[in-house]
């Protein structure tokens, strides 16, 4: 079966409610990024950075996946797919991808400060006192700016062996995830599905990027199309 990556962004997922990462003037649902997304802020202010995690896995409760993810799970049936995203949120999963890597962690997943590969999957509010076995406070899983991104070891190899790869609804300006395109054969066809597409270095160097300037759901039957045409 032939090898398709999907690689996604923030706006597949606003499309069915999730706020995207970042408004326009910087602040992310009201609140300084580096406030709850770093470990300054977490050890400044714990509570309020449990409690901003808590609201945002609270908010999976209230969206669904959209045609997007839906369009992508169904290329499994055709190909091997991989799924790489950015999002923390489970609409990938829950549209019936089985393969996804979650390059900035998890919502529903939390973790030791003391030991990152101590994880459990969580549900409910983490609140302070909820703890490891060994005493240490729980976490969110997530990504913050200025710790290291794990995933990326296991998706470099998936992407250079792509022989499709399909960016839906990322700026492609946040590395390190936007350098994994980089890491492509020169001969592998890239379709990008953004409404304001932005090529980076590392897409202007390929041969072959297609370009899709649609919202994700749009964007997902154009490239059906041209999918089912050149096969």
Same mark, same amino acid.
């Given at each position: 079966?032939?090898?398709?990556?999907?690689?996604?962004?923030?706006?597949?997922?606003? +499309?069915? $409610?999730?706020?995207?990462?970042?408004?326009?003037?910087?602040?992310?649902? %009201?609140?300084?990024?580096?406030?709850?997304?770093?470990? +300054?802020? #977490?050890?400044?202010?714990?509570?309020?950075?449990?409690?901003?995690?808590?609201?945002?896995?609270?908010?999976? &409760?209230?969206?669904?996946?959209?045609?997007?993810?839906?369009?992508?799970?169904?290329?499994?049936?055709?190909?091997?797919?991989?799924?790489?995203?950015?999002?923390?949120?489970?609409?990938?999963?829950?549209?019936?991808?089985?393969?996804?890597?979650?390059?900035? %962690?998890?919502?529903?997943?939390?973790?030791?400060?003391?030991?990152?590969? &101590?994880?459990?999957?969580?549900?409910?509010?983490?609140?302070? %006192?909820?703890?490891?076995?060994?005493?240490?406070?729980?976490?969110?899983?997530?990504?913050?700016?200025? +710790?290291?991104?794990?995933?990326? +070891?296991?998706?470099?190899?998936?992407?250079?062996?792509?022989?499709?790869?399909?960016?839906?609804?990322?700026?492609?300006?946040?590395?390190?995830?936007? $350098?994994?395109?980089? #890491?492509?054969?020169? *001969?592998?066809?890239? &379709? &990008?599905?953004?409404?304001?597409?932005?090529?980076?270095?590392?897409?202007?160097?390929?041969?072959?990027?297609?370009?899709?300037?649609?919202?994700?759901?749009?964007?997902?039957?154009? #490239?059906?199309? *041209?999918?089912?045409?050149?096969?």
């Amino acid at each position: 079966m032939k090898k398709i990556v999907v690689l996604t962004g923030a706006g597949i997922s606003a +499309e069915s $409610g999730i706020s995207t990462f970042r408004d326009a003037n910087g602040l992310w649902e %009201g609140h300084d990024i580096y406030e709850v997304a770093s470990p +300054e802020g #977490f050890a400044k202010n714990p509570a309020l950075v449990l409690d901003f995690y808590n609201k945002r896995r609270a908010q999976l &409760y209230e969206v669904h996946p959209n045609k997007a993810h839906k369009r992508i799970a169904s290329l499994e049936t055709y190909f091997d797919l991989t799924v790489i995203t950015q999002n923390v949120d489970d609409l990938h999963e829950r549209a019936g991808s089985k393969k996804v890597i979650h390059l900035h %962690g998890e919502l529903r997943k939390v973790r030791s400060i003391r030991n990152e590969n &101590y994880i459990l999957h969580w549900q409910d509010d983490l609140v302070i %006192g909820d703890l490891d076995p060994n005493g240490h406070q729980l976490r969110p899983h997530i990504v913050w700016f200025g +710790e290291a991104v794990p995933k990326m +070891e296991e998706a470099v190899p998936i992407v250079a062996n792509a022989e499709i790869i399909l960016i839906v609804g990322t700026s492609m300006q946040v590395y390190p995830a936007a $350098g994994l395109v980089g #890491f492509a054969k020169p *001969k592998t066809t890239i &379709y &990008y599905i953004d409404p304001k597409p932005k090529l980076n270095i590392e897409l202007t160097q390929s041969q072959n990027v297609i370009l899709i300037e649609e919202k994700a759901t749009v964007g997902m039957e154009i #490239f059906l199309q *041209k999918l089912n045409r050149e096969s």
